[in-house]
């Protein structure tokens, strides 16, 4: 898709479809954008919203072909709902994006040109527009062979009137990029566990870091030893699929010794999980192919950031493993020592990812990381607890987590902190070793971080759980169902936020 954008009239654009949003309750009668867009059309849009056909509530559609008095050399229009005029920010105008090309692809239209009507700075909303629209544009269908989605859109036009030229196009290549590793995300998540072996994920690593430039080094399971992940390698004992550690690196070009700061992002890559041992029920057990997405997710965030290039470091680390049973698996009551040095009772093979998690966040330490953001499809009980609308965000840095929940609004998506006191602590102590890595029925996915807290060592640390919001079993009007690549957005403008800081400093 040809990505483009313009600072003048909707009118004279060479493109088959527009798409307008539309405020709630927005008339064409008063002084504004639809009174003169009416006049344009011939008196079409007075028509539809007298009607009340459309009446500007969200993800409302209606589209219309444009014959007769038309002076908009398009020849169909797409109104979109986008809700109250006061409660519209990019989040909406992303989805919005997202629903009208969505939309239009369903009519066959292969040139769209998108008004989003929001105010602001334009290198955001081209950015947010486009990451929208190439969301949108992602179906999970790859192995299908009939009824394949095969519609593709060639162009795409953002027109803010008036805005900056260079900061919409700047945006709008900054929102392709995004957008292209959400999907990339989504689709390593979507990827059956065959298909996307910790070997495989390490492949697509280095693809990913010869294309884009980052450095790479992938752990084997014999330098996993040597670093002591008794912890990470007890879960790959039951796999004939042997455990990787990925470490992707992205390095400013102006490389400054900034006090060493480093952040890093950790991601569960469990490519497969069955439970293992403790083996889940088979219903929806298919599912559990996404249990790589933490993983997924710190590798679309490198694939852009390396692209972005933003003026700090910024360091991933991926462990990736299968959870089977076998002969040769962790039980439950056996003990594994971690790289630290902890000792830990497995009472449950099923609770991995904190097993992975704990060497990976232990080894980012070790390569410098002064910041630890993980990310992972950790527990059931987060979706008890906040559905699949809010991420759950858990840490030791308060300052961290507010950049965190502050990076989500400018991406559009929702995270919402959960405590850590230290009570919870107590639920994970082991009889026989230092820590077991389960905590009983409460609070589970507050003791799944109390165990992951275990291996930060005082350094500035949060924790997310995805478990709920990185696949979504219903269809939305600007998203397929499936995997969300929730949290990639967040990630990259966590780093911008923090470049920007540096660079003020
Ligand atoms: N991968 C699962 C968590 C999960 C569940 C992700 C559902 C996505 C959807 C994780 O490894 C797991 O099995 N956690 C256990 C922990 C329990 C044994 C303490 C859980 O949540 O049941
Ligand atoms: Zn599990
Ligand atoms: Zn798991």
């Excluded at 965190?404 to 850590?420: H, M, N, R, S, Y």
């Amino acid at each position: 898709m040809q990505i483009e954008s313009t600072n003048g009239s909707y009118r004279d654009l060479d493109v088959q479809a527009i798409a307008i949003a539309v405020f709630k309750d927005e008339k064409a009668d008063a002084d504004g954008f639809l009174k003169e867009l009416d006049s344009v059309t011939g008196g079409v849009i007075k028509s539809v919203i007298e009607s009340e056909e459309l009446k500007g509530k969200e993800a409302e559609t209606v589209y219309l072909h444009l014959v007769g008095n038309s002076e908009i050399k398009a020849q169909r229009l797409l109104l979109v709902g986008v809700g109250e005029r006061g409660d519209y920010t990019s989040a909406q105008a992303s989805q919005m994006a997202g629903t009208a090309v969505r939309a239009l692809r369903g009519k066959n239209v292969k040139s769209i040109a998108v008004l989003p009507r929001l105010e602001g700075n334009a290198e955001d909303i081209a950015s947010v527009v486009v990451e929208g629209a190439f969301m949108a544009l992602f179906d999970p269908d790859k192995y299908r062979t009939e009824d394949k989605e095969s519609r593709e859109i060639s162009k795409l036009v953002v027109v803010m009137d008036g805005a900056d030229e260079t900061e919409l196009q700047r945006g709008a290549e900054r929102g392709r990029i995004i957008g292209e590793s959400v999907n990339f995300t989504r689709d390593l998540a979507n990827e059956p566990g065959a298909y996307m072996t910790p070997t495989n994920m390490s492949e697509r690593a280095r693809e990913v870091a010869t294309e884009f430039g980052l450095s790479i080094d992938v752990l084997d399971e014999a330098r996993m030893e040597q670093e002591g992940m008794g912890s990470l390698l007890s879960v790959s004992h039951g796999s004939d699929e042997p455990a990787k550690l990925i470490i992707l690196k992205y390095t400013p070009s102006n490389a400054s010794e900034d006090g060493g700061e480093l952040l890093a992002f950790v991601g569960k890559g469990i490519t497969f999980d069955s439970g293992g041992i403790s083996l889940k029920p088979g219903e929806n057990m298919e599912l559990m192919k996404y249990d790589m997405t933490g993983g997924a997710t710190v590798m679309g965030a490198m694939r852009a950031i390396a692209q972005i290039k933003p003026s700090i470091p910024v360091l991933g680390v991926v462990p990736c493993s299968e959870n089977l049973p076998s002969g040769k698996a962790t039980k439950p009551g056996d003990v594994v020592r971690a790289m630290t040095g902890k000792t830990i009772e497995v009472i449950n093979t099923d609770a991995e990812g904190r097993l992975i998690l704990a060497d990976a966040i232990a080894y980012a330490r070790k390569l410098g990381a002064t910041r630890i953001v993980d990310i992972a499809t950790l527990t059931g009980a987060v979706s008890i607890a906040l559905g699949d609308v809010n991420t759950a965000v858990i840490g030791t840095d308060q300052e961290l987590i507010g950049e965190i929940v502050a990076a989500g609004k400018e991406a559009g998506e929702k995270f919402w902190q959960l405590p850590l006191d230290k009570e919870y602590s107590k639920q994970i102590k082991s009889d026989i070793a230092d820590i077991k890595n389960v905590g009983g029925r409460k609070a589970g996915t507050i003791t799944a971080a109390a165990f992951l807290k275990e291996f930060t060592d005082g350094v500035s640390w949060a924790h997310l759980d995805i478990a709920g919001t990185a696949w979504s079993d219903e269809a939305k009007p600007y998203r397929a169902k499936g995997p969300t690549g929730v949290a990639v957005r967040t990630f990259i403008r966590i780093v911008a936020r923090a470049a920007a800081k540096h660079s003020g400093s």
